[in-house]
């Protein structure tokens, strides 16, 4: 389960001394590679600039076809505001003014409610390919240089610049940049990290229930693993973990199967589920990277930490991470961009936020994904203590909201 070892997969980093930079159009001051939801965000964050901007994204077009459901957080939604991708979401995105918590097989529940929170929802939960559609307009509206197709296949540095060696078109190409930063979700590029196995997988579809979901969000803990149901349009994405070894079993269950399984896990709180969409799966690992990964190199978004999506924490980190970074960026004096000094500022900007989303999941995981006794009761007391006592349900909820450092 807990299982940490260095990635066996290196990032290609050449050593130093290496890299002349290339003129005129194959250099440019930034080079973002991947220009998933993270990236984009980070182009458009830098609109209006006085850089010149790469991306280099692998995907023949900027669009994604992926099942999962995204729970952006209301502090995201500010991000998404400033750099203007939020009216296009906000008209697809499903509100959440509720969050029920609660475990199976035992006492202990616990309500946050927007209006208690003052905030106008708690959250909004989207799909992955309207966020991703959503970015990549204002990617393209940003004014930077965006390759499609284009597979990075190692990256060098010195101090002096970076170098990205990609592929395009069947040509071998390269670029120069004073900053690269990676924003390719971690798995092409891995790089140096610690990865933790959870040893489960989450099994992802829509769902319809007989009762209509009045904008309302489930956690559900159980022994097997978290659970979680987010309203989206009229019915519920559902992010049902389970342990690696009954993964093969719940996908190979017919519709009516798989929705009495859930039942039996969920319980009647919305009433029977009665339909099912086609599952997904997706192995669940966390992934931590050192932000700094050479000189000239960061990394944000999922390519400097994956998580477990049991809070819905991951992008809404990311989005954070590109948008510190394109303050830091923007605060900069030209010559500094890149440099020793900048990447150590970037790192120590954004390492409380990081270091504490990613402790405040992990610990949910391993807290709640186990049928302890005295860990049960010790839940379920935490629980309903949050639930009585509005400061600390509010201490959460601002948690859930803006970051494990809001208070
Ligand atoms: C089941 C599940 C549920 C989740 N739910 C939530 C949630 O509710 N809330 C939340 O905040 N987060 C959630 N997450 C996490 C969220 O999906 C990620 O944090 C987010 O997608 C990270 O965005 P990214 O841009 O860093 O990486 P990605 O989304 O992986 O995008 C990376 C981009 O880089 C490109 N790329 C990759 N390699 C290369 C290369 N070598 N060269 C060029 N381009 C490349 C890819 O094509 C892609 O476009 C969930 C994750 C999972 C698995």
Known sequence: MTDRALSPNPLPLAGEGDVVPLRGDAHYDIAIVGGGPVGAALAAALAGSEYRVAVLEARDVLAAQDPRAIALSQGARLILERIGAWPALAEQ?????????????????????????????????????????????????????????????????????????????????????????????????????????????????????????????????????????????????????????????????????????????????????????????????????????????????????TLHPVAGQGFNLGLRDAWQLGQLIWEADKPALGSAEFCTRYRDRRGPDVSGGMRMTDLMVELFSNDNFVLRHGRGVGLALMDALPPLKKAFARKMMFGAQAW
């Open 93 to 305: 995105a499903t509100p959440i003014s509720t969050i029920h918590v609660s475990q199976r097989g035992s006492f202990g529940r616990a309500e946050l409610l927007a209006s208690e929170m003052g905030v106008p929802a708690l959250g909004y939960v989207t799909r992955y390919g309207d966020l991703y559609a959503a970015l990549a307009a204002q990617l393209q509206q940003s004014g930077a240089t965006v390759s499609t197709g284009a597979q990075v296949t190692a990256i060098r540095s010195t101090s002096g610049y970076g170098a990205v060696e990609f592929h395009r078109g069947g040509v071998e190409q390269l670029l120069t940049a004073d900053l690269v930063v990676l924003a390719d979700g971690g798995k092409s590029l891995p790089g140096r990290q610690q990865v933790k196995d959870y040893g489960q997988t989450a099994i992802l579809c829509t769902v319809t229930t007989a009762q209509p979901h009045g904008s309302r969000a489930y956690e559900r803990f159980t022994p097997e693993g978290p659970m979680a149901l987010l309203p989206l349009g009229e019915a519920y994405a559902l992010v049902w973990t389970v342990p690696n070894a009954q993964a093969e079993a719940v996908l190979g269950l017919d519709d009516a199967a798989f929705l009495a399984r859930l039942h039996g896990r969920f319980g009647d709180r919305q009433g029977r589920f009665l339909t099912a969409s086609k599952r997904a799966a997706f192995p669940l690992r966390m992934i931590t990277s050192e932000p700094v990964q050479g000189p000239r190199i960061l990394r944000i978004g999922n390519a400097a930490q």
